[in-house]
């Protein structure tokens, strides 16, 4: 009866555990396809414009191909839907041509109505370019502290970790894009 106890106090342990290392996986509230569609959507926000898109027309049809080309270059490597309509995300995303650095785009979100497309968007921080191994550690911290606080204002000096915003660069939420802060 004993050894029964304690099974099932380790199950318990082990159960409690897992579910916290699962909390912020894609997977726990998306299906492949609906990841593939809200990461295109991110994408769109994050990366290049297409060719001959711009701010206002980049969400039409004709430009969509292009960010579905480049999706298995991202990861959305966490997401976590808070009770008050809060999407965080955490975007494993390329740099220049090389494979051996990758970035880092924590964020988030609100979801339309009945729809996988974010809106109230921002890019919260942008990190370093960096090997994916130790960005998939530096970026979970970021992400967990996020979704904790709603924002990154504690991490923001820490240089190995963050790169945007800075004292030259900051997101501006009308546009979606990261602008300079110096006067020319």
Not at 4 to 11: H, K, P, Q
Request: aromatic residues 14%; hydrophobic residues 35%; glycine residues 4%.
């Amino acid at each position: 009866m004993k050894k029964l106890i304690a099974a099932l106090f380790l199950i318990s342990i082990l159960a409690s555990c897992q579910s916290k290392t699962n909390q912020y996986q894609t997977g726990t509230y998306l299906s492949d396809a609906d990841r593939d569609s809200l990461l295109t959507n991110i994408i769109t926000f994050i990366y290049l414009k297409a060719p001959y898109a711009n701010n206002k027309n980049r969400f039409e049809p004709q430009f969509r191909s292009f960010y579905v080309k480049n999706l298995p270059s991202f990861y959305l490597e966490n997401y976590y839907p808070a009770p008050d309509g809060t999407n965080y995300f955490f975007v494993i995303r390329p740099v220049g041509n090389g494979l051996k650095y990758r970035r880092g785009v924590l964020g988030k979100f609100k979801l339309k109505q009945g729809s996988l497309m974010p809106e109230e968007f921002e890019e919260i921080v942008n990190t370093p370019h960096l090997e994916e191994e130790v960005l998939r550690e530096r970026g979970r911290y970021l992400f967990q502290e996020l979704v904790k606080n709603g924002n990154l204002d504690k991490e923001l000096s820490m240089k190995h970790y963050v790169e945007w915003p800075d004292s030259s660069l900051v997101y501006d939420r009308k546009i979606n894009e990261w602008v300079s802060t110096r006067k020319y």
